[in-house]
């Protein structure tokens, strides 16, 4: 069961192991785009190409998917970015039902687990396969692998990287439950305090605004968190009827002083550039500079490209 990219790789190794693969579930085919043309999930393109039996329910609890999943008579199942699954439906498999989330549980339950973990600078993050049981991310832990988070990751390659490991401890997983070597563990005994767990929610578009009164690192952290996808956003002040959405994908915290003797004198958001080679923005108590950035409307450009064809104006910042 699953949908995104994300979920492929275990896909893959699952149909190339010695177990069966008897179905794929995966969300329904929806129109998108200004044209509305039909677009079915990454999961769905890769079982198709394979010849797997495909199902894709719009409601989990339908009494004819409940029909459909009974008769596959499966003996485990196994979840990887999916939807959360209804308690008929997780229970159903004599061997349970395994999930794979890209944190090191119990820290970072949650739907963006790889984003949250970069915003908050962690510098340790990993993948964990658990039994699904009634609460979200709270099951029985089988397996985790631990991986270091570079200081310049950001969420997309930390997610192809998550990906690949996640894929081979599934693998390890199905061959542990398979033969009946599986011991788990209750998260509640991992002795990690309820005050100190970190929680990984959805993001929306406003939780991508950067807060220019933070600090560097947090700002730096926010940027490469939320990088590629949905990407950290400013707005700009052009006049006093006109603000431009800017998405900012790549930066960092600048190391020299050169800005520093009137530090002061700025506000956050106040922009320095020589409209050619470099844009840096003051935050609280130093410098970002950005190396990566996407007007609205406008392509993805390096600095130096993007000032080929934009140019700041002395009395404009970012808010």
Known sequence: MGTPQFAIPTLDLLVNSAHQVVAVITVPDKPS????????????????????????????????????????????????A???????????????????????????????PINWAIIN????????????????????????????????ETAGTLHDRLMETGSRLVLKTVDSVAGGQTESVSQDKLGVETKLLKPAPKIFREDCRINWQKSSLEIYNFIRGLS???????????SQKKV????????????????????????????????????NIQCSDGIISIKELQLEGKRKLPVAEFLKGFKFEESWKFE
């Open 244 to 279: 431009s959405v800017v998405k900012i994908y790549n930066s960092s915290i600048l190391p020299c002083l050169e800005y520093q003797d009137n530090l002061s004198e700025r506000t956050p958001g106040s922009i320095i550039t020589d409209n050619k080679s470099y844009l």
């Open 121 to 152: 600078g962690e510098k340790e993050t990993g993948v964990t396969t658990f039994y699904i049981n009634e609460n979200i991310d709270k099951g029985r832990i089988i397996f985790f692998e631990k991986t270091d988070i570079q200081t310049d």
């Open 33 to 80: 785009g200004r044209g509305q043309v039909v677009s079915v999930s990454p999961v769905k393109e890769y079982a198709s190409e394979k010849g797997l039996f495909i199902l894709q329910p719009v409601n989990l609890k339908d009494p004819q998917f409940i029909h459909e999943l009974e008769a596959l008579d499966a003996d485990l199942q196994i979840v990887v």
């Open 82 to 112: 999916f939807r959360m699954l209804p308690e008929v439906v997780w229970k159903m498999p004599s061997l349970g039902t395994i999930n794979l989330h890209a944190s090191l549980l119990p820290q970072y339950r949650g739907a963006a």
């Open 228 to 238: 590629p996808y949905p990407a950290a956003f400013t707005q700009i002040r052009i």
